[in-house]
């Protein structure tokens, strides 16, 4: 789960990191009331979507003056912003963060992830912060220093130590900022982030360290155990389909291609999307019924994916175990025919009842197209589709 910026500061207050002042606003009178608030001659109006690369693509402004402010919010609230993490189709803007502005004299990289092929948390950092740190990764790596962190002895003094002196901190601020670094990893750890990104950490020309920008994800599987975070949730920045799915109790993602597949099982469905791709084909969503779907849920499955316009050919591919070929076969069927699916519907029908699901598909003299195996369930789809 992703949350906004204005929102990962008050998570860095709570933890005592320092950020500069400001506060949210959903119109263009709190913009105006906030602004006014702050009292500083300078001020930043930021747009806050769940996204990356603001600034360059125009939902970050400066305003020298009230008048500015005025203007900035009345363009950017309601707005459409697309960023190269949006893709084509933005985001819209529904808050702004309103902002006192500070003397930078230096910017660093600070973020912690998680590492999924060695099980353990990652800190990283870098002197070359800000907007063009993702061109610092391509093409010197080495400039961004990494330090794994062991699950059991948690972030060490010593990796504090060899954080801070990487960031090269002058030395009137290296406590201060060696403590930065503890609490960040606090707040990473104890509320479950899967990503925690400060971009920039700033020095001042006062010699103060400030958060100036914080991007978080959190574990959505860890939600039950943190209603705090969950508080934070914006549905407006998040895919409905993917809302709506979640209502149903299925998993789902949506995807770039135009072939939909509904599966049940994560691992049958990654197999499922590789060997569309195997046939030159590309899938438009990860869909996982789960192992004890009903026929309803089979139903309001196909229809969250049948309204994808991307769509152009469906591949059901189901090993039933708990879950009955018949049952899915009814469920298909009768999506089938309440949806009028009118585009190519391949389906591959594996394990308990599977011959009783079978005849159900037969006979209900809908166009639908069987397959024998996975392979030929892919590659059915990848042809018919085409």
Same mark, same amino acid.
């Given at each position: 789960?992703?949350?906004?910026?204005?929102?990962?500061?008050?998570?860095?207050?709570? #933890?005592?990191?320092?950020?500069? *002042?400001?506060?949210?606003?959903?119109?263009?009178?709190?913009?105006?009331?906030?602004?006014?608030?702050?009292?500083?001659?300078?001020?930043?109006?930021?747009?806050?979507?769940?996204?990356?690369?603001?600034?360059?693509?125009?939902?970050?402004?400066?305003?020298?003056?009230?008048?500015?402010?005025?203007?900035?919010?009345?363009?950017?609230?309601?707005?459409?912003?697309?960023?190269?993490?949006?893709?084509?189709?933005?985001?819209?803007?529904?808050?702004?963060?309103?902002?006192?502005?500070?003397?930078?004299?230096?910017?660093?990289?600070?973020?912690?992830?998680?590492?999924?092929?060695?099980?353990?948390?990652?800190?990283?950092?870098?002197?070359?912060?800000?907007?063009?740190?993702?061109?610092? /990764?391509?093409?010197?790596?080495?400039?961004?220093? *990494?330090?794994?962190?062991?699950?059991?002895?948690?972030?060490?003094?010593?990796?504090?130590? +060899?954080? /801070?002196?990487?960031?090269?901190?002058?030395?009137?601020?290296?406590? $201060?900022?060696?403590?930065?670094?503890?609490?960040?990893?606090?707040?990473?750890?104890?509320?479950?982030?899967?990503?925690?990104?400060?971009?920039?950490? @700033?020095?001042?020309?006062?010699?103060?360290?400030?958060?100036?920008?914080?991007?978080?994800?959190?574990?959505?599987?860890?939600?039950?155990?943190?209603?705090?975070?969950?508080?934070?949730?914006?549905?407006?920045?998040?895919?409905?389909?993917?809302?709506?799915?979640?209502?149903?109790?299925?998993?789902? @993602?949506?995807? $770039?291609?135009?072939?939909?597949?509904?599966?049940?099982?994560?691992?049958?469905?990654?197999?499922?999307?590789?060997?569309?791709?195997?046939?030159?084909?590309?899938?438009?969503?990860?869909?996982?019924?789960?192992?004890?779907?009903?026929?309803? *849920?089979? *139903? $309001?499955?196909?229809?969250?994916?049948?309204?994808?316009?991307? @769509?152009?050919?469906?591949?059901?591919?189901?090993?039933?175990?708990?879950?009955?070929?018949?049952?899915?076969?009814?469920?298909?069927? /009768?999506?089938?025919?309440?949806?009028?699916?009118?585009?190519?519907?391949?389906?591959?029908? $594996?394990?308990?009842?599977?011959?009783?699901?079978?005849?159900?598909?037969?006979?209900?003299?809908?166009?639908?197209?069987? /397959?024998?195996?996975?392979?030929?369930?892919? #590659?059915?789809? +990848?042809?018919?589709?085409?």
């Amino acid at each position: 789960m992703n949350i906004h910026e204005y929102q990962g500061k008050q998570l860095l207050r709570d #933890y005592g990191v320092p950020v500069p *002042k400001g506060r949210v606003a959903f119109t263009v009178e709190e913009a105006l009331h906030t602004s006014q608030r702050l009292g500083s001659m300078v001020q930043v109006v930021k747009a806050q979507i769940h996204a990356g690369g603001r600034g360059k693509a125009g939902g970050v402004k400066i305003a020298y003056s009230l008048d500015e402010v005025r203007g900035y919010a009345e363009s950017l609230l309601g707005a459409i912003l697309t960023t190269h993490q949006t893709g084509n189709q933005g985001q819209k803007v529904s808050r702004l963060l309103i902002e006192e502005v500070c003397a930078i004299k230096e910017e660093y990289y600070v973020g912690l992830v998680l590492d999924r092929k060695t099980g353990q948390s990652v800190f990283m950092v870098s002197r070359e912060g800000g907007m063009d740190i993702e061109s610092v /990764a391509a093409t010197h790596p080495e400039r961004i220093i *990494k330090v794994p962190i062991q699950p059991n002895l948690g972030l060490t003094t010593f990796q504090v130590r +060899v954080l /801070a002196k990487a960031l090269e901190l002058p030395d009137e601020t290296l406590a $201060e900022g060696m403590e930065i670094l503890r609490k960040l990893y606090d707040l990473y750890v104890d509320n479950d982030c899967i990503i925690l990104e400060i971009n920039p950490l @700033v020095l001042t020309e006062e010699h103060k360290l400030l958060a100036l920008d914080v991007k978080m994800n959190f574990d959505g599987n860890a939600l039950y155990r943190n209603p705090h975070i969950l508080a934070y949730r914006d549905v407006a920045g998040e895919d409905h389909r993917e809302i709506e799915a979640e209502e149903h109790g299925l998993s789902y @993602v949506a995807l $770039e291609g135009d072939i939909a597949c509904m599966v049940n099982g994560a691992g049958l469905a990654m197999a499922t999307m590789d060997i569309l791709k195997h046939y030159g084909g590309c899938p438009a969503n990860f869909l996982d019924v789960g192992g004890s779907a009903t026929a309803e *849920k089979v *139903k $309001e499955a196909l229809k969250i994916i049948c309204r994808d316009s991307k @769509v152009k050919g469906l591949f059901i591919n189901i090993f039933g175990g708990i879950m009955k070929c018949d049952v899915i076969a009814k469920g298909v069927v /009768a999506a089938a025919e309440e949806l009028k699916i009118d585009m190519p519907l391949i389906v591959r029908l $594996e394990g308990t009842n599977v011959d009783k699901g079978k005849r159900i598909l037969k006979q209900s003299m809908l166009n639908i197209i069987t /397959a024998d195996s996975l392979a030929d369930g892919a #590659y059915k789809a +990848v042809a018919l589709t085409r």
